[in-house]
């Protein structure tokens, strides 16, 4: 078994990326994308099921598990891979984007932030000390440092005053993570969509020292293509060779946007959140299985798709278990819907190898616009 943390980047092709995450619990294959167990399960799937899509890691969520069952229960009980049974890597991310997010509930300090629960209204300090002490009683193989994350838009003093709150934040998860073999802490990138304050960000991040850097700050509300012009210089502003993982995205084309300009990891609730609603990815665009359309349609959601939603069941029963609201409908789609996120990264793992990104990005694109009202 791996005894250290490394990265092997193992080819390029413009800026898109693809290597491999070296962990003492196994290998990450880059481009990857990490499903979210927020309560230390991905909603509606086993475990078993999540690794037969191809996922190499999930991410947990800080906030919530620090609220339930509590950091120190899951510690005592063994820590959060056997406790949710997932044996393989596992990021955690630091509980300040849900922190940030509870708005009125919540106060901002230099020493770090004071909220309410949301579910029984006690009082909490989330510190970056604090933060550090919750990833390691959970036993995370990827330790996210603690930062503050504004909403977009918002005013560049705003932006510039929390981009160094978060870097002073940094320094300070640095010093409380500590050395621990095996595990890794990742510095967050903060500066909006200033160009010269991302600067300033990664500079700091680099002074410091981490294991991978993450762009964070996106994907909250300030649209693709702005995400995406951010991205074309950010990325490039962190180690070439470390791990560069966007937080929080995305939809297909935001995750083939963001390996284009040389993002190595991805998150988001997308695939499973969707699956439950009746929200189905396919190669050729989003299918919606409650429209009635489906109710007599007896071909799978994608004739190409090695799911067991897609082999083993017709659009016709998928539409029935929706509309009937049993609880097969969000599994089977969720499952859908994770095996198309993985496979989606298994393609541009190996176009990147084989040096042929661009023209299978056109065909991906190609293939979305068709849309899905015709058959396959």
């Given at each position: 078994?791996?005894?250290?943390?490394?990265?092997?980047?193992?080819?390029t092709d413009g800026k898109a990326r693809t290597g491999v995450i070296s962990t003492p619990r196994g290998e990450i294959r880059t481009p990857a994308f990490?499903?979210?167990?927020?309560?230390?399960?991905?909603?509606?799937?086993?475990?078993?099921?999540v690794r037969e899509t191809g996922a190499d890691i999930l991410l947990g969520n800080t906030y919530h598990l620090m609220l339930r069952p509590t950091a120190?229960?899951?510690?005592?009980?063994?820590?959060?891979?056997?406790?949710?049974?997932?044996?393989?890597?596992?990021?955690?991310?630091?509980?300040?984007?849900?922190?940030?997010?509870?708005?009125?509930?919540?106060?901002?300090?230099?020493?770090?932030?004071?909220?309410?629960?949301?579910?029984?209204?006690?009082?909490?300090?989330?510190?970056?000390?604090?933060?550090?002490?919750?990833?390691?009683?959970?036993?995370?193989?990827?330790?996210?440092?603690?930062?503050?994350?504004?909403?977009?838009?918002?005013?560049?003093?705003?932006?510039?005053?929390?981009?160094?709150?978060?870097?002073?934040?940094?320094?300070?998860?640095?010093?409380?993570?500590?050395?621990?073999?095996g595990h890794a802490l990742f510095g967050i990138q903060q500066g909006g969509l200033e160009e010269d304050l991302r600067g300033e960000s990664a500079a700091?991040?680099?002074?410091?020292?981490?294991?991978?850097?993450?762009?964070?700050?996106?994907?909250?509300?300030?649209?693709?293509?702005?995400?995406?012009?951010?991205?074309?210089?950010?990325?490039?502003?962190?180690?070439?060779?470390?791990?560069?993982?966007?937080?929080?995205?995305?939809?297909?084309?935001?995750?083939?946007?963001?390996?284009?300009?040389?993002?190595?990891?991805?998150?988001?609730?997308?695939?499973?959140?969707?699956?439950?609603?009746?929200?189905?990815?396919?190669?050729?665009?989003?299918?919606?299985?409650?429209?009635?359309?489906?109710?007599?349609?007896?071909?799978?959601?994608?004739?190409?798709?090695?799911?067991?939603?897609?082999?083993?069941?017709?659009?016709?029963?998928?539409?029935?278990?929706?509309?009937?609201?049993?609880?097969?409908?969000?599994?089977?789609?969720?499952?859908?819907?994770?095996?198309?996120?993985?496979?989606?990264?298994?393609?541009?793992?190996?176009?990147?190898?084989?040096?042929?990104?661009?023209?299978?990005?056109?065909?991906?694109?190609?293939?979305?616009?068709?849309?899905?009202?015709?058959?396959?």
């Amino acid at each position: 078994m791996q005894k250290t943390f490394g990265f092997d980047l193992k080819a390029t092709d413009g800026k898109a990326r693809t290597g491999v995450i070296s962990t003492p619990r196994g290998e990450i294959r880059t481009p990857a994308f990490m499903p979210v167990g927020t309560a230390a399960t991905v909603k509606a799937m086993m475990p078993e099921s999540v690794r037969e899509t191809g996922a190499d890691i999930l991410l947990g969520n800080t906030y919530h598990l620090m609220l339930r069952p509590t950091a120190e229960r899951i510690d005592r009980l063994g820590g959060l891979h056997t406790f949710m049974n997932w044996e393989r890597p596992i990021l955690t991310d630091s509980g300040g984007f849900q922190v940030m997010s509870l708005a009125g509930l919540r106060k901002l300090t230099e020493e770090g932030v004071t909220f309410a629960s949301h579910i029984d209204g006690s009082k909490h300090l989330l510190t970056p000390e604090r933060s550090m002490e919750i990833q390691r009683l959970l036993g995370s193989d990827i330790v996210m440092c603690f930062d503050e994350c504004p909403a977009l838009p918002a005013e560049r003093d705003r932006i510039r005053d929390s981009m160094e709150l978060s870097m002073r934040w940094a320094a300070r998860s640095r010093d409380a993570f500590g050395d621990r073999p095996g595990h890794a802490l990742f510095g967050i990138q903060q500066g909006g969509l200033e160009e010269d304050l991302r600067g300033e960000s990664a500079a700091a991040l680099k002074s410091i020292g981490f294991d991978g850097y993450a762009v964070g700050g996106l994907a909250v509300g300030e649209g693709q293509e702005a995400m995406f012009g951010c991205l074309d210089y950010a990325p490039d502003m962190l180690p070439v060779d470390k791990p560069r993982y966007l937080m929080g995205v995305g939809k297909p084309s935001d995750i083939v946007g963001a390996v284009k300009r040389g993002i190595d990891m991805m998150d988001c609730v997308l695939p499973s959140r969707s699956g439950r609603t009746g929200q189905a990815f396919t190669r050729r665009g989003v299918v919606n299985i409650k429209n009635a359309r489906h109710a007599d349609d007896p071909r799978p959601l994608d004739e190409t798709c090695r799911c067991p939603a897609c082999r083993n069941y017709s659009r016709a029963y998928l539409h029935h278990v929706f509309r009937s609201n049993e609880m097969i409908s969000g599994m089977l789609l969720t499952w859908h819907n994770l095996t198309y996120f993985q496979d989606l990264m298994a393609e541009m793992r190996a176009a990147i190898a084989e040096a042929r990104f661009e023209a299978w990005e056109a065909e991906f694109h190609a293939m979305q616009a068709l849309g899905d009202i015709e058959p396959l």
